[in-house]
């Protein structure tokens, strides 16, 4: 299981952060600029305003998610759960937690001047626990108390995923960072891995909160079926493209951006497939579009929280996002938060690619109780 998990870690990986660098090296670019730690990444220059691909962006969005939006508003209201148990301690704790830290983060207390960056940290640890207290609440049970070693695991995997990420940004320079001052390399990665380690842990706690309003996901259980496993030519076919668009992000990063939020997910799937694993698209066999809905819609939640919660921060980031840089709520121009629907899908797959595509990971506590009634033979997930 580890060496086939190293494998798939070594290829991924290695696409990930090799391609790129051959892609800018055969543009004649200077490779070591993009190894540079901490990135020395330039402020970059903006881009002039399109309408048109504002437009068709916009419309894109709009087409991919309107057959979700179609299906929950077709979908009689649901019945929510009733709350099982009082909010456990913790969760109290972890919303006081989450309360001060964003006081203290957008405050500039002088007692607080040496701490005042790393605030971010303390705020999403209080809403992981807080929103893991409402699944408890609500289910008697969540993420964190039903599988805790599995919990807590998420955490490094987090800050790995996320510094991927913030390596693929050094080529197209969407987003960079305001600090008080230039930190070292290791105050920057140990700055950089604690918030990011509570990435994944906030995403699939939200998502597990989701499940509690069914009208949200009920629509989606059972809709348009795509064969069980990609053939394996498509899959290589995935797998070349994939790695096409990385090494083409450094010659034409203006218009592969996307690629940056769209590439490491069909790695991830395409290599899951290639090996004959199960991945976050194989519940689509049946017709299941609940771990897709759900995935997207959870990041979508929490981007907005980071996004908020950034806004008034001493060290925070902004975006440079071309061509479609305007109408901003916080920092984030509007058509940015489309990027958080594919980055809930990959948040997803990378616990599915480190702990396998179990049904907790895929699915979350969605129970038989709570899908809708079949209306026809198709088995149950």
């Not at 009689?76 to 964003?102: N, T």
């Amino acid at each position: 299981m580890l060496i086939r998990l190293a494998v798939k870690l070594g290829l991924i990986g290695g696409c990930l952060f090799g391609l790129p660098l051959l892609g800018a090296w055969l543009d004649g670019q200077t490779v070591a600029v993009y190894l540079r730690f901490p990135p020395s990444l330039p402020t970059p220059d903006p881009t002039p305003f399109s309408w048109p691909r504002f437009i068709l962006i916009a419309l894109f969005v709009a087409l991919a998610t309107a057959p979700f939006l179609v299906a929950m508003w077709r979908t009689p209201r649901q019945p929510r759960p009733a709350a099982q148990r009082s909010m456990p301690w913790w969760g109290w704790v972890g919303l006081a937690l989450m309360a001060i830290s964003w006081l203290l983060a957008w405050t500039r207390f002088p007692w607080m001047q040496a701490y005042q960056a790393y605030t971010f940290t303390p705020i999403w640890l209080g809403y992981i626990l807080f929103i893991n207290g409402l699944c408890v609440r609500r289910d008697g049970s969540s993420f964190l108390t039903r599988q805790p070693w599995l919990f807590l695991g998420l955490f490094p995997v987090s800050a790995l995923f996320w510094w991927f990420f913030e390596y693929l940004n050094r080529f197209v320079v969407n987003w960079y960072y305001i600090a008080a001052e230039e930190p070292s390399a290791v105050a920057y990665l140990v700055a950089g891995s604690l918030p990011f380690s509570t990435v994944l842990p906030a995403v699939l706690s939200t998502r597990d909160w989701l499940t509690g309003f069914p009208r949200l996901y009920a629509g989606v259980a059972h809709g348009i079926r795509i064969p069980e496993g990609l053939p394996r030519s498509a899959a290589w076919l995935g797998l070349l493209g994939a790695g096409a668009g990385l090494i083409a992000l450094p010659l034409w990063p203006g218009l592969l951006y996307p690629l940056v939020w769209l590439a490491p997910l069909l790695l991830v799937i395409v290599v899951q497939a290639l090996l004959g694993e199960r991945h976050l698209l194989s519940p689509l066999a049946s017709g299941d579009w609940r771990p897709i809905w759900l995935a997207a819609v959870a990041a979508l939640a929490c981007g907005f929280l980071w996004e908020l919660w950034n806004w008034h921060s001493l060290a925070r980031w902004e975006y440079a996002v071309p061509y479609v840089h305007r109408f901003e709520i916080f920092e984030m121009p509007l058509l940015g938060y489309a990027g958080y629907l594919p980055f809930g899908l990959q948040c997803v797959a990378a616990a599915s690619l480190f702990f396998g595509a179990r049904r907790d990971i895929l699915y979350g506590p969605i129970s038989d109780e709570r899908q809708p009634p079949r209306n026809d033979k198709r088995p149950r997930q």
